[in-house]
Structure formats: C-alpha cells, structure tokens
C-alpha cells in the first residue's frame, strides 16, 4: 500500500511539469490499465483493473471493466459495466476558485465512475457494483496517466457475507 501511494504521490510531481503540445482531438475509445491493492482472503493483494470504453459523448463513455488477480486464479474475478464521466477540472471547481489554485487546472481531467456486473468466486456469481473518482492528466495526445479511489461491493463469497472494500489506484489511459 505504501508503494502505491508512493507511486500517486510520483504522478502528481511528474505531471506538475507535462504539458501536452496540441490540443485533444475529439476521442471515440478509451482504454485503460491501473493497478491496485484489495483486501482478499490472504490480506492485501495486487490485482489488475482493465477498461475498455466507447465515447458516448464528449464527457460521457460505457464500456467493460474487469478486476482479477493475474497471479492467483482463484481470487475474485470482476466483469462489470461501467458508465464514466469525465470533466476538466476547472469546469467542476469554476473559474473563480481555480483562478486562486497555483496550477493549470484546465490539464486535469476528473472522472466519475459507477457500474456493476459479477463477481465469480468459488464456483459462485453474485452482483458486484463499482464507484469511484480518478484524477488524470494527458501527458501525450493519446495517452493519459490516472489515479484514483474506488469502492467495491460485491466480495464476499456469498450475498450473506459480501462486504465493502475501498482501493486508491494508479494506472494509464489510452484514447483513440
């Protein structure tokens, strides 16, 4: 957990200093690849989140989200919905309050992110829902580097004993 905060903290003072040398052309599909930490039966675990999205409009895209653990088969493994919305900072903040922030906000992107599938387990499938809120910033035309939070319901091995996990994330997001 500690290197992956390390690692949020990395992309920040890295992506103080990129800027991106044309403007964003209109993107269509969105691909994305993070990596995070969840509290699995055997305590903290790597997993790999994979996305991939149509744009819907300029602010809204749905697509495909999956979380599994690629090292250990019989982990949960996620197949989830998901609708994101994605605005630049400046447009959530207004002009007023990112006048008085000491960095361009208009290079930050803020994604909402709410959807919800399955969740395979032990020979069993329950419903599995997804939230959460990423920050990203373009550091090429096509290529974004993101982190985020998100919650997870849907891990417990029964609709009995599911519970609640929460995870920060870091990851890149590709646009086409």
Known sequence: MRKLIMAG???VLL??????AQAQSTQHFVISASASGYNGQKGEQAVSLAGAAVQVTNNV??????????TDSTQPKYHMGVVNYTRELQALVGKKLA???????????VTFQAGAGKVSYLNAQHVAEVGGVFLSRPIANNMQIQCGYQV???????????????????????TF
Do not use: E, M
């Not at 992506?15 to 991106?20: A, D, F, P, W």
């Not at 006048?99 to 992107?109: I, Y």
């Open 9 to 11: 903290l990395a992309f």
């Open 15 to 20: 992506s103080l200093g990129c800027t991106v």
């Open 61 to 70: 895209s749905v697509g495909y989200f999956n979380i599994s653990n690629p």
């Open 99 to 109: 006048s008085k922030v000491v960095f361009d906000t208009t290079n930050w992107l």
């Open 152 to 174: 997870l319901h849907g891990v417990g091995t029964s609709v009995l004993t599911r519970n609640v996990t929460q995870q920060p994330s870091v990851g890149i997001v590709f």
